[in-house]
């Protein structure tokens, strides 16, 4: 495994996008809505930096199973009313884009006012839909990466910090 973000890079640039978002919101009222499971980091590091009144749901979107993308469920049982409220989806990693296009329809349906996104990594060559997520941590190159609340069959999501798998990694039984 090779690390390709440190801890405090993550740290350093969560904190910015935590000041765009509170320049962007000011002190309207937000409603956070986390894509489980992977958001689980970013989701507690971004919203403890978060300056408006807040209420925090989550969605459930699993498409993966290992490294090869599968078929998109979303399960929004425990999204909170946004009706009339402006919503922030936050997810870990914006990829071909389908999973935050699919989400974000799902939450227009609902009628919050508005719905942005902001996602800590984004793969840029290998986006597949129109929209852009409005707030990104980094831009990195298409290797699979895990930490930071990503995952390779449900292990790393714990690391503190964001690294490729080696094809030896991948070969491995996962923990
Ligand atoms: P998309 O729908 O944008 O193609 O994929 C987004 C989802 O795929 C992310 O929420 C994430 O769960 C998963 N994903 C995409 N790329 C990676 C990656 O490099 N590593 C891991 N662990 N998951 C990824
Ligand atoms: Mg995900």
Known sequence: MKILLSEQQIQERVGKMAEQVNRCYGQRPLTIVGV???SVMLLADLIRQLTMPLRVGVVQAS???GTSRGKLT??????????GRDVLLVDDIFDTGHTLVEVKTLVSDLGPTSVRSAVL??????????????FVGFDIPDEFVVGY??????AFRNLPYV??????????EPA
């Open 36 to 38: 489980l499971t992977g």
């Open 63 to 65: 498409s993966y199973r």
């Open 74 to 83: 979303i399960n929004s049982d425990l999204m909170p009313d946004i009706r």
């Open 121 to 134: 990594l984004r793969k840029k060559d290998r986006q597949a839909v129109s929209a852009e997520p409005d």
């Open 149 to 154: 609340g990503l995952d390779y069959h449900d």
């Open 163 to 172: 690294a490729t798998l080696e094809p030896e990694d991948i070969s491995q």
